[in-house]
């Protein structure tokens, strides 16, 4: 009786956290939880000093990326020569 109640619980308990994730999986790939005003009202709130850190950070992340790349690219023509 007890173990017929115990494995019940348990195919039930599968079930419903199997339907949940599945739920969970289709939110995040249908877009449910993106934010649209997120970036519109950051705009509205944040202060020029943010906003100018914020584009020197994106400057710092680029020439990063670019001397990460010619850093490969050199390299790559090292073993060849």
Same mark, same amino acid.
């Given at each position: 009786m007890i *173990?017929?109640?115990l494995f019940f619980m348990l195919i039930v308990g599968?079930?419903?956290s199997a339907l949940l994730l599945l739920l +969970?999986?289709?939110g995040a790939k249908s877009g449910? +939880?993106?934010d649209s005003n997120k970036m519109?009202?950051? %705009? %509205?709130f944040d202060s020029v000093e943010d906003l *100018?850190?914020?584009i020197k950070k994106e400057k710092? %992340?680029?020439e990063a990326k670019e001397n990460k790349k010619v850093k490969s690219? *050199?390299?790559?023509?090292q073993k060849i020569d």
């Amino acid at each position: 009786m007890i *173990n017929d109640t115990l494995f019940f619980m348990l195919i039930v308990g599968i079930i419903i956290s199997a339907l949940l994730l599945l739920l +969970f999986i289709w939110g995040a790939k249908s877009g449910q +939880f993106d934010d649209s005003n997120k970036m519109v009202d950051g %705009l %509205l709130f944040d202060s020029v000093e943010d906003l *100018n850190d914020a584009i020197k950070k994106e400057k710092k %992340l680029k020439e990063a990326k670019e001397n990460k790349k010619v850093k490969s690219e *050199n390299k790559v023509s090292q073993k060849i020569d």
